[in-house]
């Protein structure tokens, strides 16, 4: 009865001064979860039950893609924090600044590709005119697909673009749905699996760098800032395992995913797993709010701060050498 009464009364006090501490440290944490490579750590961190070391209770649910992820947690408000490349990020920024950064888990200039069927008549990028291309519109798959035309002297009239779900790239490829497709891994080496010398992959490596964060709504980061640094805490011990034990992180994470072995080793090397906070990231939403902009994909005329996008304590308390971003 005693320890009940003082539990009710360090309630009281917590709700007096303004902070729900009690709410704060249940740790219950709702995590959608793209169901790719990029978000490795979490896969590692649930295999080895680093969150429930750390007293948190995550619950993942898994999504097609980081911009459903995003979508859901943003017009639904059943997710706490999701995981979600930059795009995303931006395309909403011009209507909504209620989410935040959290961190970055991982980086690549070489995820997402463009991907071509040869019996289609496509073995350089100049034959992608008056094809269609699939890619998830509003993903960094679509900021990919403008850069990689960009550099190839195409423009968006030039393609017709096809707005799919990224998981069903694979599928709409091999059907001849569409001719090529612009994505990220594991759907490219499964489509190229599938089609086998019908596919060629057209050079697009350094256009461009994917980050890959953690994004959470600030009413969840305002109450919440002891569990999401317990949160970090266990995805930097994941990413520990990732730089220390190749082999392990990559069994834990083909299994996770139900995918061949050997194709995931042989674009392991293609990610730099670590959690960080860099200037780049601002710089990289700067330049896709243009592009956006440029081509009249939003109605927004001016790019935003971003740094008003950004939680830095979190980061800050667990790994400081990761936050170099000028302020």
Known sequence: MKIIKLSVV??????????DTYAQEKGEIILGVETSILPSPVWVAENKRYFQEEGLNVKIKEFGSGRSALKTMLNEGNLDMVTCAQTPVMFNSFTRNDYAIIAAMVYSDSDVKMLARQDKGITKASDLKDKKVGTTKGSTGHYFLGLFMVYNDISFPDVKVVDLEATQLTQALVDGLVDAISTWEPHIMNA???LGKKAILLSGKGLYREDFYFVAKKDFVK??????????????????VI???????????????NLNKEMVTSIWNEFTFKLFLDQAILTILENEARWAIRNKLTDGEKVPNYLNFIYLDALEAVKPKGVTIIR
């Open 192 to 194: 190229r699996r599938s």
């Open 243 to 257: 730089q220390k034990n190749k082999e392990e992180a990559i069994n834990i994470v083909y299994q996770r995913l």
């Open 223 to 240: 109450n919440n800032p002891n569990a999401l640094k317990r949160f970090l805490k266990t995805i930097n011990k994941a990413e520990e």
């Open 10 to 19: 360090l309630y009281v006090i917590a709700i007096l001064l303004g902070t």
